[in-house]
């Protein structure tokens, strides 16, 4: 593509992937060069993830070749990878809470010493070595469980950079849970890597920051690349219609509604680790939402309104009411319900049929006498189904075969069934096809103009700015700031979810 | 420093051994004299070591409940060898126990690594299998001492710097496991395939292999046992060790080793099985009928793993700076 | 913008898009099910049996063939439950002891029949209580809480018992393990099929039920969707230990003794038949018809192995083996499936 180019030292040609159902990457090229950063730009869902775990030799391949420095490569194990010389800070729950920062870098690759036994005091000091550049502050013996979410980032990062003879690094949105001061760290880093003749190959969200730091561009749609080129002749415009297919402004059904009377009031709410003073107000009608970087703090004070963590100090009042929420089911009994970000683990219980997950909240109501009555639960469900555009092809299929966008219409609906007052979507479109997206952004809307009081936490910008009628900011627990979406950009947001609030230019 | 020394479970769980002791003193004083204790020790050796195999095992967030059987089956084993084929020296049949162990270990790890049946229903299965062997094997008849030679029976009696060689081959093995789990790859890798199986794949560790030889040095280790214990008690029969999986499992329990993987030393395991020998050992001397030490190991199985609960309970994430420890 | 809104009732006239309620079933996939495959299994190795032996088609002899299976079974259709809520109750079999301990000092102290049955079923509920209250209360994994309470309970019997044992019962306690109550059929068998009946609509036909599948197979999303996950999982424990309490009852009954022994490794067959019926021991599926054929399944082949004069403890070998062999031969089979593919 550029003649000036240097020799490539990692090529993929004609990557495919398939998992049962679904086509995760068809006739994927991606090519890499010593001393450059590639961003790999996508939605979620576009197949960066399943491309990492290929070159980190998590996934195999079901066809194509990787060329590593002229030779063919097989990575068959993640090991072999790592022998290989490549190296990948994934995001913190693949690191090890009760083992220390030293054994979390040095796990899979130890150093050894003439015995073949292994050499701790050389770990130990390799290890203070690249700390020194990252955060000199941190104990290589400490457990990882007593650090934070941006600690245990940052010593994923010193893992990937513990391994001497890595060419290519992997950095999987690497900037997610850092907060500004973090982040410029980061930057350094990866200009030192660069100039030390390293590939980078840069998963992010982040306009800003590819356009930052990178030099290239590959952006994946569907599974497929669909665009490539440098980063000095691209533009943001032209890398997000590449990204999403179409232009932003149509993605937004947002139904202007006068909000009336509070519904939720919640007052100081505090928690001894988690999260602290948290005080907001929300309407009836209204989308209010919450933004901040990955470990905010969003998803917990969000658990708390739902009874399943249980502050330490603070008041939640429901159309005036008191309530202490100790279980879900207060929640739920008060019209508080809740969709959470990991709907695999926590949204769904995706070995059961369709109805079922519909109808598990209402079951109570909808039994005679305990006596299941299954001509109701499918009445209830045909209802939900239609409403929510349900694809399917029975009512009485797994949840786990459907689609990541009509699991999350499952579990909507499943909470729509319980006529609530409040309900709390949690990251709603992460990882769902652009279509289910807007399918979800359209419900939404069309919830809060029936008088549905809206909570959506969410990490993308876009979807925040779209979406919401205020916007509250969370960073390290508390509350940074809360604006009407009319009074706000970008930028704004950022400054105080990174907590760089000295404004500067950017 | 000092103050988290003394908050280690392992230094808290030396602290009521050396409690216990006192107290047991206060009621017999004979049973704390050193010459006691050692004896001590070496009757609760081949516990330590079949609980520090058991150990390797939920390191990796499985448990073997086939130990005792792979004791008895080994036992057996060498014992008719010894019997039928008395030229057989002792040292190859050490061997061979260690070998038939490591096999019947190798088995569980097999179904488990290869079909990934989960191990409590492999080792469940094999505990019957096995034990049901050792009837086919003997017909049900029993080795009696006098069928048994003497240099078979003389190994673990055999007293070196006034400890028999039993209670020597104990603190070889926890040596060995102690350097195995600390300096070696395949040991670490117990500790990660155990605390966080995902994780593990993307570090590099197959789980599964790691399972496979967890399992088969722990069979290894319960073969040597299943020698020692034929040879020291003279008698080999279908019945041998019956139940003795339990007290490996409420040795790693008490030694703070988590059952959920993953956490757990070396230390703790031994100070676990000490805990139990010291308990058995105990009650005749205090005048308390044996028949209770059954309950008494079942209460203290729950003592120890409610207070492991409560200390591995989730406070919830570090989110606020404030809560965040700073080294 | 449509006009529904979310608080209304459902109303069929919304449905644009037509969605089966279920896909009709094949014969195929019936004959692919476990308890049918277990079904087959039952009827050829009743058919051995009644070639090995002539008196085995007596109707007497058949009663008597089903003492050998109901107390285990009443236990496993208890134990179900808890695999398929993703729990583990190895306590079982010490409850029995314990139960049956309590009982015989009933008897010794000259209480009547319906005081030692109130007792050996008091003792049983006691013990699951306890089991669910260290589960839930404490989060300690089932599985050690049970491997504690399995020494603890049986442990007791030894205390109060040592190597001594009670065989004074009162005559008319002996109708519970010996009785019948219509010709041929034994109390034993009646009180199995009625609890079968029972625990088979609560499990598949209840709104309990329900919650106990969504919290197997998801315990975090069920406690998020609103089921009481805690409560739950503590009234399966107490009715794995009343299920005990009542195999006590029916198998001192029918021994007319009590040892600290008595039902050693019966936790073991009752996993065996609740596996062998098609629960899946990671919790989450399973079903009462397959656990009762199971059972029946295993009655027949250690009646066959006793016309064979097979001892006991081969039996435990086989069973052992079947335990390993249903949970790896489907494995087995899906993986060569997929290669021939």
């Known amino acids: 593509m550029n003649a000036a180019s240097p020799k490539p030292v990692l090529e993929m040609r004609g990557i495919a992937k398939s998992f049962p159902g679904v086509k995760a990457l068809e006739g994927v090229d991606l090519t890499l060069y010593p001393g450059q950063v590639t961003a790999l730009i996508g939605e979620n869902g576009a197949g960066k993830s399943t491309l990492v775990k290929i070159l980190t030799g998590v996934y195999q391949p079901d066809g194509g070749t990787i060329v590593l420095d002229g030779t063919p490569v097989l990575f068959p194990t993640a090991e072999a990878a790592m022998d290989a010389g490549v190296s990948a800070i994934h995001q913190e729950t693949v690191l090890f809470d009760e083992l220390s920062v030293v054994e979390n870098i040095f796990v899979g690759h130890q150093l050894t010493n003439r015995f073949g036994l292994l050499d701790w005091p050389a770990m130990r000091a390799r290890t203070r070595a690249i700390m020194a550049n990252i955060d000199p502050d941190i104990d290589p013996d400490t457990r990882l469980k007593d650090l934070g979410i941006a600690r245990k980032h940052l010593v994923a990062i010193a893992r990937a950079l513990s391994v001497e003879a890595t060419k290519i690094v992997i950095m999987d949105e690497p900037t997610a849970a850092l907060s500004y001061k973090e982040v410029e760290d980061l930057y350094e880093i990866v200009e030192r890597l660069k100039g030390q003749g390293k590939a980078i190959l840069f998963i992010s969200h982040k306009f800003e920051e590819i356009f930052r730091i990178a030099d290239r561009y590959t952006v994946f749609r569907d599974g497929k690349p669909v665009g490539d080129g440098l980063v000095a002749e691209a533009d943001t415009n032209k890398l997000i219609s590449m990204m999403v297919g179409r232009t932003v402004e149509h993605i937004f059904p947002k139904i202007e509604v006068a909000p009336g009377g509070t519904v939720l009031e919640v007052q100081g709410l505090s928690h001894p680790t988690e999260f602290a003073d948290i005080s907001f107000s929300l309407r009836k009608g209204e989308i209010l939402g919450f933004y901040g970087l990955v470990g905010a703090g969003r998803s917990e004070v969000m658990q708390a309104l739902f009874g399943v963590t249980h502050p330490s100090a603070g008041t939640i009042r429901i159309e005036g009411k008191t309530i202490q929420p100790r279980t879900p089911i207060q929640a739920i009994d008060a019209g508080i319900v809740y969709v959470p970000e990991e709907r695999g683990r926590q949204g769904a219980v995706t070995a059961l049929p369709i109805f079922q997950n519909i109808t598990l909240p209402s079951l109570a109501r909808i039994s005679r006498h305990g006596f299941l009555d299954l001509a109701k639960e499918f009445e209830i469900t045909r209802h939900y189904a239609a409403r929510l555009d349900l694809r399917a092809s029975n009512l009485s299929q797994d949840v786990g075969t459907l689609s990541g966008g009509n699991q999350q219409k499952v579990v909507i609906g499943k909470w729509l069934a319980t006529e609530p007052k409040v309900i709390i979507l949690d990251e709603p479109t992460k990882g769902i096809d652009v279509g289910s997206k807007s399918a979800v952004h359209g419900f939404m809307s069309e919830l809060a103009s029936q008088g549905l009081s809206v909570i959506m936490v969410s990490s993308e910008l876009p979807e925040i700015l779209g979406m919401a009628d205020r916007i509250v900011v969370m960073r390290e627990g508390r509350i940074a700031g809360t604006f009407d979406r009319s009074a706000v950009d970008a930028e704004e947001l950022v400054r105080h979810a990174t907590g760089n609030t000295a404004k500067e230019a950017a | ?327 | ?341």
């Open chain 3, 1 to 341: 913008m449509s006009t529904i809104s979310a608080p209304t009732p459902p109303n069929a006239t919304l449905t644009p898009r037509n969605i089966p309620d279920r896909l009709s079933l094949g014969w195929r996939r019936i004959f692919q099910r476990w308890e049918t495959l277990l079904l087959v299994v039952a009827v050829l190795i009743f058919i051995f049996n009644a070639f090995a032996s002539p008196y085995f088609l007596d109707p007497w002899s058949l009663s008597d063939a089903t003492y050998n299976f109901t107390e285990k079974a009443i236990v496993a259709l208890a134990m179900t439950f808890v695999i398929i809520a993703g729990d583990i109750d190895l306590s079982v079999a010490s409850i029995i002891a314990l139960a049956s301990t309590a009982m015989g000092a009933a008897a010794a102290a000259g209480l009547g029949t319906p005081a030692i049955v109130v007792i050996g079923l008091g003792v049983g509920i006691l013990c699951g209580a306890f089991n669910g209250f260290l589960v839930t209360r404490f989060q300690v994994p089932s599985i050690v809480a049970t491997i504690g309470t399995m020494s603890l309970f049986r442990g007791i019997s030894y205390v109060v018992l040592g190597d001594q044992a009670y065989t004074k019962y009162p005559s008319s306690f002996a109708w519970f393990g010996q009785g019948y109550v219509w010709w041929v059929i034994t109390a034993e068998f009646a009180i199995f099929a009625v609890l079968s009946v029972i625990l088979g609509v609560l499990l598949h036909k209840t709104s309990f039920g329900r919650r106990v599948f969504a919290l197997g197979n998801n315990p975090v999303a069920a406690r998020f969707s609103g089921v009481r996950v805690e409560r739950i999982r503590f009234l399966l424990f107490l009715m794995t230990g009343t299920a005990a309490g009542i195999a006590s009852v029916l198998l001192t009954s029918r021994l007319g003794a009590t040892r600290p022994t008595i039902a050693t490794g019966m936790e073991l067959e009752a996993v065996t038949m609740a596996v062998l019926g098609g629960v899946n021991i990671l919790g989450g599926s399973g079903t009462i018809p397959g656990v009762v054929i199971a059972a029946f399944v295993m009655g027949l082949v250690t009646f066959g192995f006793g016309l064979l004069n097979v001892p006991g403890i081969v039996m435990s070998i086989f069973v052992g083996a079947l335990l390993i062999a249903v949970i790896a031969l489907p494995i087995l089979w899906r993986r060569f499936a997929r290669r021939r593919a």
């Open chain 2, 1 to 327: 420093m000092m103050a988290q020394f003394l908050k280690s479970r392992d230094v808290m769980l030396a602290g009521v051994i050396l409690l216990l002791l006192v107290g047991i003193g206060i009621i017999n004083p004979r049973f704390v004299q050193p010459g006691n204790l050692v004896e001590v020790f070496n009757d609760s050796s081949i516990l330590i070591m079949v609980a520090l195999a058991q150990m390797l095992v939920i390191l990796t967030k499985c448990i073997d409940l086939s130990v005792s059987a792979n004791i008895a089956l080994t036992g057996m084993i060498v014992a008719m060898l010894n019997f039928y084929y008395p030229e057989i020296p002792v040292a190859a049949l050490i061997a061979i126990a260690i070998i038939a162990g490591g096999m019947l270990g190798a088995i569980n790890g097999l179904f488990i690594w290869k079909l990934g049946i989960p191990s409590i229903v492999v080792t469940l299965g094999t505990m019957s299998v096995y034990r049901g062997s050792v009837f086919l094997l003997s017909g049900g008849a029993w080795i009696n001492a006098h069928q048994m030679s003497d240099a078979f029976k003389a190994v673990p009696r055999t007293v070196i710097l006034g400890l028999p060689v039993l209670g020597w081959i104990g603190i070889l093995t926890v040596l060995l496991i102690a350097v195995f789990l600390k300096m070696t790859r395949l040991g670490r890798s117990l500790y990660a395939a155990g605390g966080n199986p995902t994780a593990a794949v993307y570090a590099g560790i197959d789980v599964g292999r790691s399972r496979f030889y967890a399992y088969t040095i722990g069979g290894a280790i319960a073969g040597l046992a299943g020698y020692l214990w034929v040879s020291r008690y003279a008698v080999a029969y279908v019945e041998i060790a019956q139940g003795f999986e339990l007290d490996t499992v409420a040795a790693c329990v008490i030694g703070g080793i988590s059952i959920a993987g993953g956490i757990g030393s070396v230390v703790g395991g031994v100070l676990g099985a000490l805990f139990l020998g010291i308990v058995k050992n105990a009650l005749p001397v205090i005048h308390i009928s044996p028949f209770w030490q059954m309950a008494i190991s079942g209460a203290v199985i729950i003592v120890a793993v409610v207070i492991n609960a409560r200390s591995e309970r989730k406070v919830g994430r570090l989110i606020l700076k404030e809560a965040q420890v700073h080294a």
